[in-house]
């Protein structure tokens, strides 16, 4: 499986994105461009440690600029969360993930969940659950086979967010934690909100084997989140040594460049084919 994703976009400077003409312009072309079917995802499989098996995808989308070819995230999604259009965005991106999943497991393949990054906005919408829940019932996925990523920026208003975390968990849907560590309130997020997974920041990843320091948070990040019955997945993951270092903690799954880069949904749809 590791021979796929070659496909996978190219990372587009970041230059022209200084001038405030161009944000401007690429700003608003990113308004027709959910109508002009511009946005695409991409899915970076997730395997479990101990038996190498593919047990989720993340959902990561890339927009086929019809000029600039295609864009990573980090070229829009930042303009787009400053001009509110992640809501639409971010809206697209559910419902297709969703729509993809159900496809795959319509067409026999392994059920695995799929998920998706949610932005703060996207929570300060207050219809959010329901949206989800319409999602689900349009498509026609199960409530566990949807695990949506939230992020420590998010603690903005705790108690709108609690109360829509609870809503949302109430669905069947799962929460994970991404980024891990990165933020000041890690462990008031898995002390106040219903957490079923925490993902490691890559941050802690790298530098495992160079760092005892690192070695020491990522183990006690395990250990901790699995006596609070938190799953754990460590994300970019990119050599052998970090994977056996990761095994050896009992770390549940990763995900990273050493397995497999985020591939096209025909890439997911063969690997699940090969097993
Ligand atoms: P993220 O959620 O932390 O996603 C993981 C990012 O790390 C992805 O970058 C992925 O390609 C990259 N990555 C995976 N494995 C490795 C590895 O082994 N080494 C390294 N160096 N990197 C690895 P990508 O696809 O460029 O996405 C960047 C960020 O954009 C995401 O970070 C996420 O915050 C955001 N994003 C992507 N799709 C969406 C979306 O649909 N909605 C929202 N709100 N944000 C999104
Ligand atoms: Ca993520
Ligand atoms: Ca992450
Ligand atoms: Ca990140």
């Given at each position: 499986a590791k021979e796929n994703g070659k496909n996978d976009c190219m990372l587009y400077s970041d230059s022209w994105s200084n001038s405030s003409f161009e944000r401007l312009k690429l700003q608003h072309e990113m308004y027709r461009a959910i109508q002009r079917h511009e946005f695409v995802l991409h899915y970076q499989p997730q395997y479990?440690?101990?038996?190498?098996?593919?047990?989720g995808v993340e959902a990561l989308v890339r927009w086929n600029h019809p000029v600039r070819g295609l864009l990573a995230p980090g070229s829009f999604i930042p303009l787009a969360e400053e001009s509110g259009m992640i809501v639409q965005i971010g809206d697209w991106v559910l419902e297709e993930a969703c729509r993809q999943n159900k496809e795959w497991q319509d067409a026999g393949l392994a059920k695995i969940p799929v998920s998706v990054n949610l932005s703060i906005r996207q929570f300060l919408q207050h219809d959010l659950a329901s949206r989800i829940a319409e999602v689900l019932e349009t498509t026609g996925?199960?409530?566990?086979y949807l695990d949506l990523e939230i992020t420590?920026?998010?603690?903005?208003d705790v108690g709108h967010i609690t109360r829509c975390l609870l809503e949302i968990t109430n669905l069947g849907v799962g929460i994970s934690v991404d980024d891990?560590?990165?933020?000041?309130?890690s462990f008031h997020y898995l002390k106040n909100f219903p957490i079923d997974r925490l993902k490691i920041d890559r941050s802690f990843v790298r530098d495992i084997q160079q760092d005892p320091s690192d070695a020491e948070i990522v183990a006690a990040i395990i250990a901790m989140a699995h006596n609070l019955n938190i799953q754990v997945i460590a994300e970019g993951v990119e050599t052998e040594e970090q994977m056996e270092f990761l095994k050896k903690h009992r770390c549940d799954e990763m995900q990273g460049f050493f397995c497999s880069p985020p591939v096209s949904s025909d890439n997911i749809e063969q690997m699940l084919k090969a097993g």
């Amino acid at each position: 499986a590791k021979e796929n994703g070659k496909n996978d976009c190219m990372l587009y400077s970041d230059s022209w994105s200084n001038s405030s003409f161009e944000r401007l312009k690429l700003q608003h072309e990113m308004y027709r461009a959910i109508q002009r079917h511009e946005f695409v995802l991409h899915y970076q499989p997730q395997y479990d440690l101990k038996s190498g098996i593919m047990v989720g995808v993340e959902a990561l989308v890339r927009w086929n600029h019809p000029v600039r070819g295609l864009l990573a995230p980090g070229s829009f999604i930042p303009l787009a969360e400053e001009s509110g259009m992640i809501v639409q965005i971010g809206d697209w991106v559910l419902e297709e993930a969703c729509r993809q999943n159900k496809e795959w497991q319509d067409a026999g393949l392994a059920k695995i969940p799929v998920s998706v990054n949610l932005s703060i906005r996207q929570f300060l919408q207050h219809d959010l659950a329901s949206r989800i829940a319409e999602v689900l019932e349009t498509t026609g996925l199960e409530p566990k086979y949807l695990d949506l990523e939230i992020t420590e920026s998010m603690t903005i208003d705790v108690g709108h967010i609690t109360r829509c975390l609870l809503e949302i968990t109430n669905l069947g849907v799962g929460i994970s934690v991404d980024d891990f560590g990165t933020g000041y309130s890690s462990f008031h997020y898995l002390k106040n909100f219903p957490i079923d997974r925490l993902k490691i920041d890559r941050s802690f990843v790298r530098d495992i084997q160079q760092d005892p320091s690192d070695a020491e948070i990522v183990a006690a990040i395990i250990a901790m989140a699995h006596n609070l019955n938190i799953q754990v997945i460590a994300e970019g993951v990119e050599t052998e040594e970090q994977m056996e270092f990761l095994k050896k903690h009992r770390c549940d799954e990763m995900q990273g460049f050493f397995c497999s880069p985020p591939v096209s949904s025909d890439n997911i749809e063969q690997m699940l084919k090969a097993g």
